[in-house]
């Protein structure tokens, strides 16, 4: 299996590339992206070091760069090394934009370089005199807006540990994430816009507060209600209230081992409580720059758009954009308001070098019929990223006929539990339809079959054999390490088993089917529920679709569960057209035993299907938190449907 080349790299654009300087003395081939990833998981020490030295990583690097311990979970990286995160973001001097940003409500402003220390040094101040110090942590409720990298970059000048969450979530959802990690400090929005409405969120903000208990609440004004909303919460303040009396100064930035906790993020929360996992400042630092400016291409001068809220890992990795010298476009809003051209319009504004994204988007603007292609200047970028999801063969071709044709685009694929990437784009090679191109410099990335044996050619699951600096340091209130280990090394023991089921393409890319936790097993062949999607998502009359296996006459059957485009009904003709796409491109296993129509499909808050709470739900069992859903009553269209009991 491979798909046909829908663009490859100029020879200029290759030599003028990060990476080709990178490998350069390093002993490698020009251009040979095999022998370069093979020497960077062969020489950790050497390729490492060289990350840090060609990034310009800001700290006191130490003897070495890697110690090999007896196994993934015991090797560690810059173990003599010193530094702080927010020193290195913070670190490019000037007036030039650092951060841009444009709402929905078409509210549009900009923080320069110098700007955004400004403001973070009046903000570190106002931490201290609460009382923050290295190791607390702080907490945001907010929207994607500058204040909210401000926010994170005071925290984590003074060694603090940061974790965010979109005020879309609900109550429940925000206590079950921040009530066990304990902030100290806890920020949050006033309310926000979504779809032309404004949001407010008082009602939840007032009790969330409460259960916390935190030493200050911060309310930042983004529909003009922060007075009144720090009326209704003891304790409270408006931005400009807590940070009134401190000018602003030089920044103080404590320096601390690499392996001290940044970030935490939260798993989706939809099998139960949400896990949450601790990330290291140096070993996302590190990792990001690679990412950043080896696989991405992202510099001074490059002007880095994600389209994410702050509950999304990707919200992490964009701000460290700033890290490589480059601005950050932040938007926060819907996408489709008012129409799918407000992404387009404000990345042709602002000149963006880089465009991410989701694949449901990308495929959202091809069924709207858009075409920014004739309608945009999107001169500017030389990148588009997708993930989330994989990206189907039609989007990769709509990518090129309906986007820009002249463009890297990479689907990408790795993870909160790695906040970064184990798969991603390779600037060298071509990009071929419906493949990820490679493994990221550094990750020892392979597909095994339940035997634990490596496979070409068929699908496995997703492993990672060494280790890598972005691995988490642990999850919260696991001292023995126990729920982590579990968690990622119990399925191949002393390997990392990631959890998405692959294959490897014949031109050396990969593919991602799915969850290996979503896998279908009829008749005990495993079937990436991807496999499914790709094909019934490309035609006209389906939105989009849910894909589960049902455990029915001592066997596994596959359901298919369709949400149909407007006027379009399920009607026989439809159904037969269905089955016998996907027999045609797949193959007769992967043809559903029920197919149904649905009017909604359940997500998480960052856009993802949850086909384990589907399958919950169409069994007969309790959904353990629906509030990590953006949408839980759609999970009411499955259950006790009658189609399914013959």
């Known amino acids: 299996m491979t798909g046909k080349i829908l663009w490859t790299p ?67 990286f810059f173990p003599e090394a010193r530094l702080n995160f927010a020193e290195n973001l913070l670190a490019r001097p000037g007036e030039g934009d650092a951060v841009v940003f444009r709402g929905e409500d ?25 009382g923050l ?99 209704m919460i003891a304790g409270a303040v408006t931005v400009d209230g807590f940070i009134d009396g ?36 140096g070993g996302t630092l590190v990792q990001h720059l690679k990412e950043h400016r080896l696989h991405c291409g992202n510099g001074p001068g490059s002007r880095v758009f994600y389209f994410t809220t702050c509950g999304w890992m ?41 465009f991410g994204t989701s694949a449901k988007f990308i495929d959202a603007v091809r069924k709207e019929g858009l075409s920014p292609i004739d309608t945009h200047d999107l001169s500017s970028v ?43 784009g390779v600037p060298w090679l071509p990009v071929r339809e419906g493949e990820i191109q490679g493994a990221g410099l550094g990750m020892a990335v392979d597909i095994w079959d339940d035997e634990g044996r490596p496979v070409r050619g068929e699908k496995g699951d997703l492993v990672c054999t060494r280790a890598f600096p972005a691995m988490p340091i642990g999850f919260w209130n ?7 280990r579990a968690a990622y090394f119990e399925r191949f023991p002393g390997v990392w088993c990631h959890g998405d089921f692959a294959e490897w393409t014949e031109a050396g890319g990969i593919v991602i089917h799915g969850r290996s936790d979503a896998t279908l097993n009829p008749q005990g062949v495993r079937i990436g529920t991807a496999e499914i999607y790709n094909i019934v998502e490309g035609m006209d009359e389906i939105v989009e679709a849910i ?19 407007a006027g379009v009904a399920l009607d026989a003709d439809l159904e037969r057209r269905i089955r016998t796409a996907i027999r045609t491109g797949a193959s007769p296993r992967h043809v559903p035993a029920r197919i149904l129509s649905v009017a909604d499909i359940p997500r998480t808050k960052s856009g993802k299907i949850v086909e384990l709470a589907v399958r919950e739900v169409v069994h007969g069992r309790p959904v353990k938190n629906k509030e990590a859903l953006a949408n839980p009553e759609a999970l009411e269209l499955f259950a006790e449907r009658g189609e399914l009991a013959t």
């Open 10 to 76: 100029g020879e200029e654009r290759i030599a003028g590339h990060p990476m080709t300087a990178f490998a350069s003395g390093s002993g490698v081939a020009p251009r040979d992206y095999e022998a370069l990833h093979r020497w960077s998981i062969d020489e950790p020490e050497a390729f490492w070091s060289k990350v840090w030295d060609q990034a310009g990583v800001i700290g006191e690097k130490g003897g070495c760069s890697f110690v090999a311990g007896h196994d993934m979970l015991s090797a560690r």
């Open 106 to 130: 078409k509210v549009a402003f900009r923080l320069s370089h110098a700007e955004l220390r400004a403001l973070v040094s009046r903000l570190a101040q106002a931490m201290r005199a609460e």
């Open 133 to 231: 110090v290295a190791g607390d942590r702080v907490a945001a409720m907010t929207p994607n807006l500058p204040e909210t990298v401000a926010f994170m970059l005071a925290a984590t000048s003074i060694g603090a540990v940061w974790s965010s969450c979109s005020p879309d979530f609900g109550e429940r959802g925000v206590l079950d994430r921040f009530g066990q990690i304990q902030p100290k400090l806890f920020v949050a929005c006033d309310g926000y816009h979504y779809a032309g409405k404004t949001i407010r969120i008082a009602d939840k903000l007032v009790p969330i507060a409460a259960a916390l208990k935190p030493v200050k609440t911060i309310v930042v004004s983004y529909i003009g209600e922060a007075d009144a909303v720090v009326g």
């Open 246 to 281: 401190f000018a602003p100064e030089a920044l103080v930035f404590e320096r601390l081992p690499f392996a001290h906790p940044l970030y935490i993020v939260f798993s989706s929360g939809t099998t139960g409580v949400p896990k949450c996992i601790v990330h290291s400042a």
């Open 314 to 354: 990707m919200w992490n990795w964009l701000v460290s954009a700033l890290a490589a010298g480059s601005t950050l476009l932040l938007y926060d809003g819907s996408p489709f308001h008012p129409s799918g051209n407000v992404v387009f319009d404000y990345l042709a504004a602002e000149r963006a070098t880089f």
């Open 382 to 424: 030389a990148m588009i990223a997708s993930t989330g999801s994989p990206l189907s063969p039609e989007s990769f071709e709509f990518v090129y006929s309906g986007i820009k044709a002249d463009v890297h685009l990479a689907s990408i694929s790795g993870g909160t539990d790695i906040v970064s990437c184990f798969v991603i």
């Open 478 to 484: 696991d001292p023995d390490g126990a729920r982590y």
């Open 547 to 565: 894909c589960i296996g049902q455990d029915f006459d001592g066997d596994v059957r596959v359901v298919l569960f369709v949400r149909l485009a």
